[in-house]
Every structure is written in C-alpha cells, then in structure tokens.
C-alpha cells in the first residue's frame, strides 16, 4: 500500500511533517523543534477547512432554443463534505453529519495530551485530506527484558468523509503514512 500522504499542488508541499527525523517516504517538513499543536496544523499542511455542500444530480438536460439546459435536482438528506481551499471532495455524508475542523480536532487532542513531556512528533493528511492524524511521543518508554525500550505514542486521527469518528490511542508506533495510520487505527 502507497504511503497516501496528500499532496498540496497550491503550496508544492505534502500534507506532512516529522520532528527531527525524515519519515522512510522523504516526504513533507522536517522541523527541528517540538511544534504546538496550532503550529503542527500549519507545518503539516492542514490549515483548511471543511463544509458540507448539497448533493444534486442530473435529470436530463432540455434543450431550448438550441441551448442546452442542465436540469439537476437535489439529493435529500446526504450532502459531499468539502475543502474549502481547493473544492476537493471528500466524501458523502448524512444531514446527521457533524464536521470536526483539523483545529478542533487537535484542541480536542491538546486536552488529551497536556502534561508535561508530551511532544508532537507527526502530523498529516491522507487521500485528499479526507483522514487526518497527529502523533504525540509519550516521556517514558515500556521496557521489554532488561535492555529492550520501545517509545510510547498517543495518536489521534479522524476522517472528513463519514467513514470514522475520532479515535486516540496508544501505539508504539510513529505514525508517518497511511500503512502506519491503518495498522494503528485498526
């Protein structure tokens, strides 16, 4: 499976970053030090914003006076949710449908995290920014035997079209690309 990470063509960029260490795909930023989470969502590319936007389709074109007219009607109750700065779809959803800004999201992941020791260590987009997620390296390590450390991490992920809510969860694993993320979110 491809790494899936976005790629920005308004800015030239992958929705990515890592702090210190380049991800195995060389791609997105590589910042030195340890971002906020306000910072993580610029640095990572996912500064936009998402709306729900009606659904239409078509009902046969008619044409009058030799000029064709595109006859649509509107699909009830389900609606395409959207990025608002490049108009990619993200997906269909239902009118029960509650978009989670990116911003929120890590809001909600920053009441999660704080403590002290806590540094966000990736941050990205999927797809075409329908699946977000954010790594935070936890302080401490879980030792296996006497001399095997395996870092602990806190994640958070969420998707922009219907097909999952927010999950945070433990992982041992640094979440860098879509193999990463779904094993996780698994």
Not at 48 to 57: D, M, V
Not at 118 to 143: H, M, S, V
Request: charged share 25%; aromatic share 10%; glycine share 8%.
């Amino acid at each position: 499976m491809a790494h899936n990470i976005n790629y920005n063509k308004q800015s030239g960029k992958h929705s990515f970053f890592s702090t210190k260490e380049k991800a195995w795909h060389s791609l997105g930023q590589i910042i030195d030090d340890y971002p906020t989470s306000a910072e993580a969502i610029k640095h990572a590319g996912l500064d936009y914003e998402i709306e729900k936007r009606k659904l239409f389709t078509s009902s046969g074109d008619i044409i009058l006076d030799n000029e064709t007219i595109h006859n649509k009607i509107e699909v009830p109750n389900y609606f395409s949710t959207v990025r608002t700065d490049n108009d990619a779809i993200l997906g269909v959803v239902g009118k029960d449908y509650q978009i989670v800004q990116n911003r929120d999201a890590f809001s909600f992941f920053d009441s999660i995290v704080g403590g002290d020791g806590i540094l966000y260590e990736t941050a990205g987009a999927l797809g075409k920014g329908e699946r977000i997620f954010i790594t935070a390296k936890l302080p401490d390590y879980i030792r296996v035997g006497k001399e095997d450390l395996i870092e602990k991490y806190l994640f958070l992920t969420t998707s922009h079209d219907g097909s999952g809510s927010i999950t945070a969860a433990f992982t041992p694993i640094r979440i860098v690309c879509n193999n990463s993320a779904t094993r996780c979110a698994a």
